[in-house]
């Protein structure tokens, strides 16, 4: 094995900088030594969509890159997205409101994915919201919960000029 | 390939930091990408779009935006699925593959880079570093669809067809490939010839379909049957051939 490498990068906006096994992925990273736990791992294997965080303004798998390679850059987690005050941003209340979630497993994923994907997206249809969201497994809800939250998330966003 | 535990290499080289390996370049007729390029750079790339449509028309398919915001395109050429996109648009196109070992470089054709199933003909120690596509000028037209269980799920079947045509409506050249049916992408090579020389008014596409199936021995496994694959590919292939043959006439000659 080598030596540890050290790793620093801005985790929901504190800097985090650690000396970590050059293969340990930026997922591990985040729940073990950022303890940024909301960060979930279904299949460790992309499919899932559980683990999904915001590296440098994109949507991406964090168990499919290793910690060294997200050095240097800002992620954002379920963890990252509420206000300071522990207000939750609009597509968390959107969620809540619209029952988008149930066992809960699946929801930071979720709520990562369709922050990033409503930034660059602003006013998607029905058919292009159930596109964006086929990287993302949930095995509770049946979906119509989440695609109405989607949908009133772009709404209110829409209507507080962008999403936070 | 290591987190499904199919590969363990002892040594791990990262190439995100070999900024000249993201490049997409307009040379000559041809389009050069550079390996790392990013797959949701080329399917938002208007140079991409304008010069090889097939990518563009590709990109979409390729899992989810997530995947595509880190996937790029030299990683899914080399990783060879017999299921992926871009491998199938290469082997479509004719692309040639540029490989560079400290034995010096190399260029590979489409047609002998894929060997079968995650297997090309990338020495061990050589280091695919851009893909050379032919740019077809002219009156031309493509489509690439491909059928999966679910948006994002890899494809059972899937088809990569470009159509040129002369200063009328025959049929110059034609390129049919295609996903999914064998271990690797295959052309339609019985079908590109019953194509070339045919006025789009008299391309008989069902047939098209079956030509194209018939000389292939189509994968059996847990996600579809050989009968399906071929059912599911031939009515694919005809539904593309129409839909490139349209596009191409719908290019204004000059």
Redesign the interface.
């Known amino acids: 094995m080598t030596d540890p490498i050290e790793v620093a990068m801005v985790v929901n906006g504190a800097e985090h900088v650690a000396a970590v096994e050059a293969r340990k992925t930026l997922a591990d990273f985040l729940r073990e030594d950022c303890l940024t736990t909301g960060v979930h791992l279904g299949c460790e294997q992309g499919a899932c969509g559980a683990c999904t965080v915001i590296l440098d303004g994109q949507a991406v798998r964090s168990c499919l890159l290793f910690a060294v390679q997200a050095s240097g850059s800002a992620v954002t987690t379920a963890e990252g997205l509420a206000g300071a005050d522990g207000s939750l941003n609009v597509v968390q209340e959107a969620f809540r409101e619209c029952h988008g979630l149930q066992c809960g497993f699946c929801t930071p994923g979720l709520v990562v994915t369709v922050t990033a994907y409503l930034a660059d997206h602003p006013d998607p249809g029905r058919d292009e919201i159930r596109s964006a969201l086929s990287g993302n497994l949930c095995r509770c809800t049946g979906y119509q919960g989440i695609i109405a939250a989607v949908e009133q998330a772009a709404v209110i966003a829409a209507l507080q000029g962008g999403i936070s | 390939m290591?987190?499904?535990r199919l590969a363990r290499p002892e040594h791990?080289v990262?190439l995100?930091g070999v900024t000249e390996l993201d490049s997409v370049q307009a040379i000559d007729g041809l389009l050069r990408i550079g390996a790392m390029t990013r797959q949701?750079v080329v399917g938002a790339d208007s140079t991409v779009a304008d010069q090889v449509p097939l990518l563009a028309l590709a990109t979409p398919y390729i899992?989810?935006?997530?995947?595509r915001?880190?996937g790029t395109v030299g990683g899914s050429v080399a990783h060879a699925d017999p299921s992926a996109e871009y491998p199938t648009v290469v082997v479509a196109l004719d692309a040639e593959l540029e490989v560079s070992s400290t034995r010096g470089t190399r260029r590979i054709g489409a047609a002998e880079f894929f060997e079968g199933p995650m297997m090309t003909a990338l020495g061990p120690d050589e280091l695919l570093t851009a893909i050379r596509f032919p740019v077809w000028a002219g009156r031309s037209g493509f489509s690439f669809r491909e059928v999966s269980r679910?948006?994002?799920d890899f494809a059972l079947v899937g088809v990569a067809v470009g159509i040129e045509l002369d200063e009328s409506t025959t049929i110059r050249r034609a390129a049919i490939a295609l996903l999914g049916v064998e271990g690797r992408p295959r052309r339609a090579p019985d079908a590109e010839a019953a194509l070339v020389g045919t006025a789009i008014s008299a391309v008989d596409a069902g047939e098209m379909g079956r030509l194209a199936l018939k000389p292939l021995r189509a994968t059996d496994d847990i996600h579809a049957s050989a009968e399906y694959r071929r059912r599911v590919g031939a009515h694919l292939v005809s539904q593309a051939v129409e839909e490139a043959c349209r596009r191409a006439s719908e290019v204004d000659g000059d």
């Not at chain 2, 899992?63 to 995947?67: N, P, Y």
């Open positions: 290591m987190a499904l791990l990262d995100n949701f899992g989810h935006f997530q995947i915001n880190r679910r948006h994002g």
